[in-house]
């Protein structure tokens, strides 16, 4: 019988072993084992001498409510292919995530294609991922771009942008100073910046290509952010004038916002959406996740919830939101809203749009006039995560 495990932060020799095990597991080599070395933490787990599972984690800000919430970000993780099937990587992600916790993280993500293994420890995916594919002819031919003018480069103030543009969803990274050189090193990124003459920055486009096998090349966007539909069509404009090198733009997984620009300014709806595993969201730490979120200012109620605990319970908890701050205490009044851990990570994120969408994803309340309030607290901003790790 095989011995349990050990686990451990890794050195410097189980971080090469590491680097080969997913190169095993995943089937191709993980860059960013050794991009994110200097910033990631890794935690392995050793089993008769031998590294069976392991995964890296980060400590990140994400935007909620236009407020940064410290994360553990969950990415590239794995089990020995002969390891697998014995819950080693339920064990695994706790002591992934323990270190993270002590270090102030009150809320985790993850995107994997796991979602049901996922699912059994809390996470939640709180929207849809898709990523898109338009012929470049059709944004030619549908888009201008008036007066704006794209210029090469990243500049201080088009990261300054996009921070202030990621403040206005849920999800968003605040972006580390060491993010940009990883995922220009990784991904070979060009970045355009654009703007109208005698205008700051209004728009931030990075996207990366490859030499076609045939003729031309493919063209992969990665970052999408403007601060005006204007700004997007002219971005959009920038990306059709590629056509005689590049039959298809591709928007990959979550890089284009969810908002109707490039949808609805096409003359002709041939666009193609592709579903991918969503990012999922789990709240380690529920009265320091609801104190550090931003709330609307507007907002003043006071809401009785129940909510379920890791070991199934049910506890009962008083929701108080004023003055755009909010604070959960725990109280012996029934609860009016109940929430599954799994609800409770959606609506986190503004994820229930509605009192309809909430009650369709099994969200129980006593009335309509409890959960309006609930639900309008945390939807003034919309889900969306566009960063990858």
């Known amino acids: 019988m ?203 486009l990075s996207l990366t290509t490859k030499r076609h096998e045939r003729h031309g090349m493919t063209l992969v966007v990665h970052d999408f952010w403007a601060v005006s539909r204007p700004t997007a069509a002219a971005m959009l404009a920038f990306l059709g004038r590629h056509n005689t090198r590049a039959r298809t733009i591709t928007f990959r997984r979550g890089a284009l916002p969810p908002y109707p620009a490039l949808l609805h300014g096409l003359r002709h709806h041939r666009i193609t959406a592709e579903a991918w595993h969503p990012w999922m969201l789990r709240i380690l730490d529920i009265p320091e996740a609801i104190r550090l979120r931003g709330w609307p200012g507007d907002l003043t109620t006071a809401v009785p919830i129940e909510i379920e605990s890791e070991t199934g319970d049910w506890s009962r908890w008083m929701l108080q939101i004023k003055a755009g701050t909010a604070e959960i205490v725990p109280t012996r009044v029934q609860g009016q809203v109940t929430f599954t851990r799994r609800q409770l990570a959606v609506w986190y994120a503004g994820g229930y749009r509605s009192t309809t969408s909430a009650r369709m994803a099994g969200v129980h309340a006593v009335s309509e006039k409890m959960l309006a309030p609930l639900v309008r607290s945390t939807t003034q901003f919309e889900p969306w995560l566009p960063d990858h790790f």
Request: proline share 5%.
């Open 2 to 204: 095989n011995k349990q495990p050990t686990f451990a932060s890794a050195d410097d020799s189980l971080w090469g072993q590491y680097d080969q095990l997913a190169t095993r597991a995943y089937g191709h080599p993980i860059a960013d084992i050794t991009h994110l070395r200097e910033h990631a933490d890794l935690q392995v787990a050793v089993r008769d001498g031998r590294l069976v599972a392991g995964g890296l984690g980060l400590l990140l800000d994400q935007f909620f409510g236009g407020a940064p919430v410290p994360s553990a970000c969950l990415g590239d993780g794995c089990v020995a292919p002969e390891e697998r099937g014995d819950h080693l990587a339920t064990d695994m992600t706790a002591e992934r995530l323990r270190p993270l916790i002590e270090r102030g993280a009150v809320i985790s993500t993850i995107s994997t294609s796991s979602t049901g293994y996922a699912h059994r420890l809390g996470w939640e995916a709180p929207t849809d991922v898709l990523a898109w594919a338009v012929a470049t002819d059709d944004l030619k031919n549908s888009f201008a771009g008036e007066d704006f003018e794209a210029e090469h480069g990243l500049t201080d103030k088009a990261e300054t942008l996009q921070r202030d543009l990621a403040r206005q969803w849920n999800g968003p990274v605040l972006r580390p100073t060491w993010w940009t050189r990883w995922k220009q090193d990784k991904s070979n990124l060009t970045t355009y910046r654009f703007a109208r003459p005698g205008h700051s920055v209004a728009g931030l």
